[in-house]
């Protein structure tokens, strides 16, 4: 059974955020200063196309695993976990969306990667 699922958010998005969540385009590039909300940001469209979108495949990457963890885990844990809309499966390295399966029975999920070779690095 397809699905969404509603994530009422009490956000104050700055201006290029906002631009970031409403790009409806393949690619977006979003870059600048430490601190600028680009992590807030990719995290929070990640969760709500997964929301929206059933069976959505996604990926959240990071150079090292330590920042990958740090910069992510612990937020979406408490954005998803917290309020059961999502669950950690370990063994897939991803958040799983039970409610929001595709007509396939495929629920969306957001994967984490970071770069196991250093020399894959740009």
């Known amino acids: ?3 969404t699922v509603d994530i009422q958010l009490d956000i104050n998005p700055q ?4 631009e970031f969540m409403l790009s ?3 690619y977006t590039l979003y870059g600048g200063a430490r601190g600028g909300g680009k992590s807030w940001s990719a995290r929070t469209k990640l969760e709500l196309l ?9 990926c959240l990457t990071r150079r090292i695993r330590q920042d990958l963890y740090k910069n992510h885990m612990t937020d979406m844990i408490k954005d998803l976990e917290n309020k059961e809309i999502a669950f950690w499966r370990d ?3 991803a ?3 039970p ?3 595709n007509s396939m029975g495929v629920p969306a999920k957001i994967f984490f990667e970071f770069c196991r070779d250093p020399h894959m690095m740009l």
């Not at 201006?15 to 906002?18: A, E, L």
């Not at 997964?50 to 996604?58: E, K, L, S, V």
């Open 1 to 3: 059974m397809a699905g």
């Open 24 to 26: 409806n385009s393949r």
């Open 95 to 97: 958040f799983i969306f």
């Open 99 to 101: 409610y929001c399966k």
């Open 50 to 58: 997964a929301a929206r979108y059933p069976g959505i495949q996604q």
């Open 91 to 93: 063994k897939e390295s």
């Open 15 to 18: 201006p290029k955020q906002i």
